[in-house]
């Protein structure tokens, strides 16, 4: 995740209302999510990765997940309790200390702040599984999200397992970020994120790349989709999972 300005917003959104700007549920702005519930939806996002995971046969080991855009920690603690480590990687700062603070209680799970436009923090081949929902979607630009999901490839083991999710087409009007854009106009004009919260407005974008331009990128790096499933990571836009092997295998799967 890259850029000042992208890690400003989701800091001043960590101290807002930093479960409500992970999963953005129109009826839980404000403080409405309930940390225990809000940890359930972690539970249920990796379960369903991994009992599609087991059915591709991957990944061969369970020694280091990485959860990608992390936020508070939601899913990397899930992962923690499969895997014999888990690791969160977050742009906000203010999201990763909360993250700490959160799962205190779980030994085998950390979190590092990645603002550059790569994942250098981790090695070549150092994760069986590398997984991220809801975050891609949110950055600048087409070509960022398609240099992580090349990170990815990077970081994952040649016999682990890429879960990602990326909506497909934005219609024009989700294009236009008119609530983004007032939030920004208004943020330059000095007024607080908890006032601009308040009012609906949200710096948060959406972005999204076709499953043809998707499968060509992962083609053209040697990689493969095992399987694409439809998400509802976005209400009212098409969106898939992703699942993907680091190198070419078989076909795609329905």
């Known amino acids: 995740m890259r850029g000042r300005g992208q890690q400003r917003d989701w800091d001043e959104l960590a101290a807002v209302d930093p479960l409500w700007a992970i999963?953005?549920?129109?009826?839980r702005r404000g403080g409405g999510w309930r940390v225990d519930e809000f940890l359930r939806t972690g539970e249920a996002d990796a379960a369903r990765a991994l009992a599609v995971a087991a059915e591709l046969g991957r990944p061969a080991r369970h020694e280091r997940a990485v959860d990608f855009g992390c936020g508070v920690g939601r899913v990397t603690r899930a992962l923690a309790s499969r895997f014999a480590e888990a690791v969160g990687v977050d742009v906000s700062p203010r999201m990763v200390e909360q993250a700490g603070r959160l799962n205190d209680d779980v030994e085998n799970v950390r979190f590092l702040v990645n603002s550059g436009p790569d994942l250098g923090q981790l090695a070549d081949a150092s994760a069986d599984l590398v997984y991220s929902r809801i975050v891609l979607q949110h950055l600048r630009r087409r070509r960022d999200a398609l240099r992580y999901v090349e990170e990815f490839l990077r970081v994952v083991r040649s016999d682990g397992l890429v879960v990602f999710q990326l909506p497909g087409a934005i219609p024009l009007r989700r294009r236009l970020h008119l609530?983004?854009?007032?939030?920004?106009?208004l943020r330059a004009l000095g007024l607080a994120p908890a006032r601009l919260h308040a009012w609906g407005l949200s710096p948060i974008r959406v972005i999204g790349i076709s499953r043809e331009d998707v499968g060509r990128f992962l083609g053209e790096r040697g990689?493969?989709?095992?399987?694409?499933?439809?998400d509802d990571a976005v209400a009212g836009l098409e969106s898939f999972q992703y699942y993907?092997?680091?190198e070419s295998t078989s076909a795609e799967q329905p």
């Open 179 to 185: 609530r983004r854009r007032s939030w920004t106009a």
């Open 244 to 246: 993907v092997t680091p």
């Open 223 to 230: 990689a493969t989709i095992a399987r694409a499933e439809p």
């Open 23 to 27: 999963l953005s549920d129109p009826d």
